[in-house]
């Protein structure tokens, strides 16, 4: 099926890897043009070198998206490159999961603000798009209480409620609003892959609580977001896409 993607433009933050990385992939082949940031300027070359050798039409910057003056520049910068925006998906987090006060600071700059400020500096844009399309990527430990419930649990909740309000606040200008919420999802290099080393006794009680018997690939929840992202989903918002291969037992109405 044709995602009606092609000639879109599109915005991801923290694009080098993980589920990120999968979304920039995933709407690039789907004939998107994308920019994405992330902190080490390395990485970033590195990604736009792999995407552009690959076919794809990208862009990338090296921010840090904590800081907000830098992260307005970079959205409004990268908007003019693409000569505008119809994409926008805040995906970086923190992984603040601990109780102290520097893990519900981090949470709140990263997960929450950072999220905030790019809708913010995006919306300009998004009121010029005739397909605009925010996806939110939170978390299943927004919904549920979990081993992450301090800082990380409660900053995935508060982007849920912030996306289904802006997807009420934003319908009558024709832009969509709506949020994924990934189980656990396992990559080289991301936080289960250092639990499995670091600590393989919580690793081995995260995994026995999926019932599929295996944590998520990215790619698998980049097909969530690429999927809401797209045009034929133009009468769905407001809405939490969970992914996670029944982990949650929450009954979602």
């Not at 590195?46 to 990208?58: H, I, M, N, R, Y």
């Not at 603000?113 to 605009?132: G, I, N, Q």
Request: include cysteine.
């Amino acid at each position: 099926m044709d995602l009606q993607l092609s000639g879109l433009r599109a915005l991801v933050t923290g694009g080098t890897k993980g589920i990120g990385r999968c979304v920039v992939e995933a709407l690039a082949a789907e004939g998107a043009a994308v920019a994405f940031c992330a902190r080490t300027e390395p990485e970033v070359e590195k990604a736009v070198a792999e995407l552009t050798g690959s076919g794809a039409t990208v862009v990338g910057g090296a921010l840090d998206v904590a800081d907000g003056p830098s992260l307005a520049a970079w959205v409004t910068d990268a908007a003019n490159e693409l000569d505008g925006l119809d994409i926008v998906v805040p995906n970086v987090s923190a992984l603040a999961i601990g109780p102290g006060e520097d893990d519900w600071r981090a949470g709140f700059d990263v997960d929450l603000m950072h999220t905030v400020r790019t809708v913010d500096s995006a919306m300009p844009f998004l009121e010029e798009s005739e397909a605009a399309s925010i996806v939110v990527v939170s978390s299943v430990s927004g919904r549920e209480i979990d081993f992450a419930a301090p800082a990380y649990g409660t900053m995935k909740a508060a982007l849920i409620h912030y996306t289904q309000g802006l997807a009420y606040q934003l319908a009558d200008k024709g832009i969509r609003a709506n949020s994924v919420s990934p189980g656990n999802v396992y990559f080289p290099g991301g936080i289960w892959n250092r639990v499995e080393t670091g600590n393989p006794e919580l690793f081995s009680t995260a995994l026995a609580l999926n019932p599929t018997g295996r944590m998520a690939r990215p790619e698998e929840v980049a097909y969530a977001v690429t999927m809401l992202a797209s045009p034929r989903a133009s009468f769905i918002s407001g809405t939490n896409l969970v992914v996670d291969g029944a982990l949650t037992r929450g009954v979602q109405f």
